[in-house]
Structure formats: C-alpha cells, structure tokens
C-alpha cells in the first residue's frame, strides 16, 4: 500500500439562511463526506524555507437563488479546496423545487466523494512512480476564500449528472397492515389483512390507494336463531400530506394526515343455527365511506419503517346483511404495519 497520508474533509454549508432546512441539509453533507479522505498535498515551499499544511481538505456549499429560473428556485456552488488552500474542483447545481437543501447537499456530497477518490487514488499512483508524495499539485491554482465566491451563482447546471442526482426524488413504497375495524356490521368487528402502495406525487404529497381482506372477529346475529360469520373486501384510496420530522433525512418520524374514500361488500357465507330446521342463510351489502385518516411512520433504516394508523369514517351505505340490523353511521379502524422503500 502506497505511503500516502490521508486527510479528513470538511463539510461546511456557508449560506444557511438560503435554506428552508439548514440543519438537516448540514447534516446530510457531513454525513455524506463522513468517510471521504483526501491526500496531503502541502503548500509548495519557498526558498530557504519548510512546507506546511493546513491540516484538512474542505468542501463548502453555497446557496443562493437561481437567476436563471426565478426566486423560487434555488442553486448552489460547490468548491473543494486542498490542504494548501488551492482550488481543486468547483461545480454548480440547481434545483426547481423550492428552498430545501438536503437534496443539492446530498448531490453534492456524492459528487465531491468521486473527486476526493479520484486525488487520492491519482496522488498513490504518482507517489508509486516518483517513490515520494507530491508536495503540490502540478499545476496549482489560485487561492479562492468564501468571500469571494458570488452569494447567488448564475450558472446553473442544465442537467444532473447520474453520479450526483441532484432533483427531488419520487418515491414509491410498497407495504401491509393488519387491520381491526368496526362498523361494518351492527355487531363485531372485522380483523384482516390490508396491501398498499404508496407513491409520492410531490414533496410532501402522496397518494395511497390500498386493497383489504378480512374475516368477522366472531359470530354476528342474521335473524333470530341463525349465526354467521362474514367476509369483508374492499379497496381504499387516500391523498395525504407528509410532514416529516425534524430529523435528518429517512432517519426519523413522519405523519401523513389523509382523506379518503373506501369502498367494499360484507358477505355472509357460512351460517350455524341452533335450530336444525334453519335454512342456510346468505348474503352481501355493500360499503361506502368518506373520513380522515392518521399514520405515524417510524423509519427503521435501509428503506424500512414501522407504521401506525388510525381511521375514521362516515357509512354512505349501511345495508344490513340478511336478517341483521343496518350498519352503524360510523366507521373505525386501527392497524399496525411495515413498509419498505422501493429502490
């Protein structure tokens, strides 16, 4: 292994009041250049005298809004300066989708990572061949401190490149429920299993269209002497608002405040009766419902999270079943789930 000392890189955000979320786009840079590493590259010495270092490599963030596209939208430019001081690298992104930093400082975190990897692995290559390390770079360029950089860059990237996606992302996540609800039927509940998608649409907005099967918690009255238990399906879409919490990124506690409309059938298909001269008795109603709806997401980590979820409803539909007596006006329900982050 080559001789190469390697230096820890600083992550600084320099215009946090050109951010909506400072703190967590801080903590999403640092986090990113975590365990970035650059070579020691020194300032080249003067005659007569000893090199000297500044001791670590810097990748500084500045926000500002994007001339070219209006006040809403936002650009930065990002710098790499070397242990000298000396530029390295220097790249401008831009982003449409309002004042949120964490996505640019995520971009900029992977793009910086690449450049870092790349000086290191070119500084053991050159000190493979020389058999000593680099004391400067070749061609050194000039010296650039924060105050001279443009509070708001001008030159905004027309595209993200692949290695730094720099756009908010749309995602998708698929999971499951077990549900316990009443208001079905006059008596009982309904326990069962509950599928969904849930696809962003928009920062913080999404649509959750989800399926339901379930089986009646115990017997419900059909008529006088007769008993049965019923089958319940039905499909539910809601369109929630998610609030995330104030915790970095995919690390925390998010609430999605929903509306919704559900729609289903209850059927009676299997019946017991204490009188053997009963008649096999069956049928089907159907549900429709209108309500608000509240889920507490827990996020486990790698695309995995814990979900808690309560609804309410209104019954449009309150048809008996057979013999029994008509629904309830109202509906609830309480479910425990986990989803996983679709790549």
Not at 190 to 202: H, K
Request: charged share 20%; glycine share 10%; aromatic share 2%.
């Amino acid at each position: 292994m080559n001789a190469v000392d390697a230096l820890a890189v600083e992550a600084v955000l320099a215009s946090p009041s050109e951010c909506s979320d400072a703190d967590r786009a801080r903590a999403a840079l640092e986090e990113a250049l975590a365990a970035a590493r650059a070579p020691r590259h020194g300032v080249r010495p003067r005659a007569g005298s000893r090199p000297t270092t500044l001791g670590r490599w810097s990748v500084t963030m500045v926000a500002g809004p994007d001339a070219t596209r209006g006040r809403r939208a936002l650009a930065v430019e990002a710098v790499i300066q070397d242990d000298a001081g000396d530029v390295v690298a220097r790249r401008t992104l831009s982003d449409g989708a309002g004042r949120a930093c964490v996505p640019l400082a995520r971009a900029v975190g992977a793009w910086a990572s690449l450049v870092l990897d790349a000086e290191l692995a070119r500084a053991k290559d050159d000190d493979a061949v020389l058999g000593q390390v680099p004391t400067a770079p070749a061609e050194p360029s000039s010296r650039v401190t924060p105050a001279a950089w443009p509070a708001a860059p001008r030159d905004a990237a027309d595209a993200v490149q692949a290695e730094a996606p720099t756009g908010p992302r749309r995602s998708m996540e698929l999971g499951s429920m077990v549900y316990l609800r009443n208001g079905m039927t006059a008596t009982g509940g309904v326990a069962g299993l509950s599928p969904y998608l849930t696809i962003e649409l928009a920062p913080g907005w999404v649509l959750r269209p989800a399926a339901s099967v379930g089986r009646s918690t115990s017997a419900v009255p059909v008529s006088a002497t007769a008993t049965a238990l019923l089958s319940h399906v039905g499909t539910r879409v809601d369109f929630c608002r998610r609030i995330p919490g104030n915790y970095i990124d995919r690390r925390g506690i998010e609430a999605d405040l929903c509306a919704g409309v559900e729609t289903g059938f209850v059927t009676s298909d299997e019946t017991t009766s204490g009188d053997a001269r009963a008649k096999k008795l069956s049928g089907t109603a159907g549900r429709l419902a209108l309500g608000p709806a509240m889920m507490l997401r827990g996020q486990l980590g790698a695309g995995v999270s814990l979900e808690v979820r309560t609804v309410l409803g209104t019954n449009l539909l309150t048809a008996p079943v057979v013999e029994e007596s008509d629904a309830p006006l109202v509906t609830a329900s309480a479910e425990l789930g986990v989803s996983v982050r679709l790549p």
